[in-house]
């Protein structure tokens, strides 16, 4: 399976400002989604990643807070916009391969704590 | 609204032992089913994916998948404690997929 990373694996940021989260994927992927996990819960989708095109977001989430880029292949960003303690969450990229029916793979997730 | 249920536990069996997930889904036409294990503080990782009705084995996990009563488990044989997580249920259709809540499971030594 293809290996994913995401940087940052943490951070600790304050209330208001922005934090951009990147995923990259070794190998050419054909989708990209991102997800929120709260503490103690399940996976919340936000978004499907869309090469080339702006991303397609899940009901109670919007653009304007959560940005998203995919300028290539292996390759996505998410922003966390003006954010507040309720952003506080791990945030998490997964991937489908080619050929791999519906089989995601997810990165090592990324951390966040909003002061 | 698609939504994928499971019991949220803790399941604790003893070390060697059967363990027995369960997960239930309400959108009759998904395609594809997945069983996910996150340990705490990771990210989830794939361990089983069932397309077709009936059983599925790999090493010491087996998936069973029943479209009619829309339901799907996962049996792991000869449980270590290593196997002490949390196992995601995924259910898909169209590249999506809908996440259980996730049971917790205790294999005690």
């Known amino acids: 399976s293809a290996v994913i990373s995401q940087k940052p694996s943490r951070d600790i940021c304050q209330r208001g400002t922005s934090l951009t989260i990147q995923c990259q994927v070794d190998s050419q992927v054909t989708m990209m989604f991102w997800y929120r996990q709260q503490p103690g819960q399940s996976l919340t989708l936000i978004a499907t990643?869309?090469?080339?095109?702006?991303?397609?977001?899940e009901s109670g989430f919007v653009i304007d807070k959560f940005p998203i880029s995919r300028p290539n292949l292996t390759f996505s960003t998410l922003t966390v916009s003006n954010m507040s303690p309720e952003d506080s969450s791990i945030y998490l990229c997964?991937?489908?391969?080619?050929?791999?029916?519906?089989?995601?793979?997810f990165g090592p997730g990324t951390r966040l704590t909003v002061l | 609204q698609k939504e994928v249920e499971q019991n949220s536990g803790p399941l604790s069996v003893p070390e060697g032992a059967i363990a027995s997930l369960n997960c239930t889904y309400s959108?009759?036409?998904?395609?594809?089913f997945f069983w996910y294990r996150q340990y705490s503080g990771k990210s989830p990782e794939l361990i089983m994916s069932?397309?077709?009705?009936g059983d599925k084995e790999d090493g010491r996990f087996t998936a069973q998948l029943n479209k009619a009563s829309q339901y799907v488990s996962l049996l792991i044989r000869d449980s270590q404690p290593s196997d002490s997580a949390t196992y995601l249920c995924?259910?898909?259709?169209?590249?999506?997929?809908?996440f259980g809540g996730g049971t917790r499971l205790m294999v005690k030594p």
């Open positions: 990643a869309n090469q080339g095109s702006e991303a397609t977001y």
């Open positions: 069932i397309y077709s009705n």
């Open positions: 997964s991937v489908v391969s080619s050929g791999r029916k519906d089989e995601q793979f």
């Open positions: 959108d009759r036409v998904s395609q594809s």
């Open positions: 995924a259910v898909g259709g169209g590249n999506m997929l809908t």
